[in-house]
């Protein structure tokens, strides 16, 4: 039996893998410091899905075991001066975000983000796109004591927008994503075109909806 999801008051989303393809650029920065180690660089097809674990995740994939002889905080530091110079240069939002984003401000129903990024790259990215124009909120990774998987970022958010959790949907792309989502009480929305692989099992991650593209979500509106 389906389970009859509730219309959304307000819907939050996830930045990197949900709203925003970020991650040639998070590669490309991976592949520099990579590159000034003297080390063989990382495919495509083997960063993509590990893009929304932050600079820890892309580093532990590029360097694998070397990872341990080097000083980590000196090369996420190098990672992320890097990413920070050409934070948006292979960035776009993912087909059907413009269009998402433009029916929930046509009926109204207040949207916004919470990410894990961090507020000075969250800031320097979304101007980038119009698209964003709308949004009510932005919550990052330190913009509060607690991230996700915690939910008090998303609880915050949704305060933020005068709606209760419980009329709240979130979007995201991980499993922390999902977590977070239900322990605010919020309607858990995976978005299967993010960076999911098969390794990530999200069907077993007890998500009330699955969506396989942002316009999916156009006929809960």
Known sequence: ??????KPKGVLFDLDGTLLDTARDL???????LQQHEMPVCEFDVYRNIASDGSQGLLEIGFGEKLAEFDVDALRALFLDRYEQEICIDTVSFDGIKELLARLDEVNIPWGIVTNKPQWLTELLLPNFDEFANCQVVISGDTLAKRKPDPMPLIHAAKIMQIAPSECWY????????????AANM???VANYGYIGPEHRSDTWNA??????????????
Request: aromatic share 4%.
């Open 27 to 33: 590669g490309n920065a991976l592949n520099w410091v």
């Open 187 to 189: 309607t858990s929305v």
């Open 1 to 6: 039996m389906l389970k009859v999801l509730p």
């Open 171 to 182: 979007i995201g792309d991980a499993k922390r994503d999902i977590d977070a989502a239900i």
């Open 208 to 221: 009330d909806l699955y969506i396989d593209q942002p316009q999916a979500m156009l006929k809960h509106l």
